[in-house]
């Protein structure tokens, strides 16, 4: 195929790119080339701006074209309006953000976040999910029927720029006691980029349109056997201390950052989304193992990140040391009280 990427150049774009040269398509980038503008020397790349220079896309034809930076509606419209006739098919990276109610488990057909001023274009944690909506809405209007609409969970693995699951482990092969949240049998799902790229590259490659949930695994996974398996592939010496939900929300630890995957049993939703029909169609997952190495593997790569040598890159998601150790002593002197 020939294939226009729409972005390509941070952590989900980037593997489709590796896939799609793997699987022999040909493909074009478009992006301002701001970031790692070296990265695929051999690819064809196009230079502009989503917002207001779309130029360099006229008079161009694609097989399909796969959009992973979509996250304002006008822009999304405006990409989307102009390639109608240039390409077949598209596929829209959008989030599990989008719907609206994460007490209960989720599927394609839950209701979804609306956004009470459909105006706004500021993307924040109070908007996404609703500009997400939208923005599906806005190609859907392009290309009736040939939208491949891809609801991603939360998304680890290699290059991740949000450190959310990096974080895990990071921490535990520095070993020593670590602070592990609320409930260790808690289900909890994520998907390893490398199987949502090659999965949304299949799809691609089959024109398939319509609404499809994608996080992982295909069975229940918790909590305990992250930090367990994280424990276990490190070989560190590390620990575990649980410390309860309402401890944890008393001492204003943010869910899902400080403590990543940790969410409150309120939004428990989040970690039960419903992927039956992507696995289904195909959607297959590595061993969490393989995530946890190959994730290690590349910070090692960062500056800071040599884990042997004690010197272990900051991560941008979860806590600091001093943090935690402030909060296992508050843990600690509350379960002997009341002993």
């Known amino acids: 195929m020939k294939i226009l990427i729409l972005g390509g150049t941070v952590f989900l774009g980037r593997w489709i790119i590796e896939a799609a040269l793997a699987r022999g398509h040909e493909v074009t980038m478009f992006n301002r080339g701001s970031s790692n503008p070296r990265l695929f020397p051999d690819v064809e790349k196009l230079r502009g701006n989503r917002d207001g220079d779309l130029d360099a896309l006229e008079g161009r034809r694609w097989d399909v074209v ?35 109610d994460y007490n209960a488990p989720i599927d394609e057909n839950s209701s979804l976040h609306r956004l009470e001023d459909e105006t706004v274009e500021e993307v924040n944690a109070d908007t996404y999910g609703g500009l997400k909506v939208l923005c599906e809405q806005a190609a859907e209007d392009a290309m009736p029927g040939r939208v491949f609409h891809v609801r991603a969970g939360l998304i680890v693995g ?47 490659e089959a024109r398939k349109a319509g609404i499809y949930n994608a996080t992982g695994p295909d069975d229940v996974l918790t ?22 939900e309402a401890f944890l929300l008393e001492h204003e630890v943010t869910p899902f950052t400080e403590l990543p995957l940790w969410l409150p049993q309120s939004a428990i939703g989040i970690h039960q989304v419903n992927v039956s029909k992507a696995i289904a169609d195909g959607l297959t997952f590595r061993p969490l193992a393989d995530t946890v190495q190959a994730t290690l593997d ?4 960062r500056e800071g990140g040599e884990i042997d040598k004690k010197v272990v890159l900051r991560v941008r998601g979860g806590m600091s040391p001093e943090r935690e150790q402030e909060l296992l002593a508050a843990w600690k002197a509350r379960v002997n009280a009341s002993d």
């Open 223 to 244: 909590m305990k056997t992250v930090l367990e398996t994280c424990q276990s592939v490190t070989g560190s010496d590390a620990h575990f201390t649980w410390a309860d």
């Open 158 to 204: 290699p290059h991740d720029p949000t450190d959310r699951f990096t974080y895990w482990p990071v921490r535990i092969a520095r070993g020593g006691e670590v602070l592990a949240p609320g409930n260790p049998d808690q289900p909890v799902q994520f998907i390893d980029v490398r199987d949502l790229a090659e999965w949304t590259l299949r799809m691609a």
């Open 66 to 100: 796969i959009d992973p930076s979509g996250y304002v509606p006008r822009i999304v419209r405006a990409s989307a309006e102009l390639l109608a006739d240039a390409v077949e098919h598209y596929t829209f990276i959008s989030s599990i953000s989008v719907y609206d």
């Open 298 to 301: 590349w910070n090692a790569t």
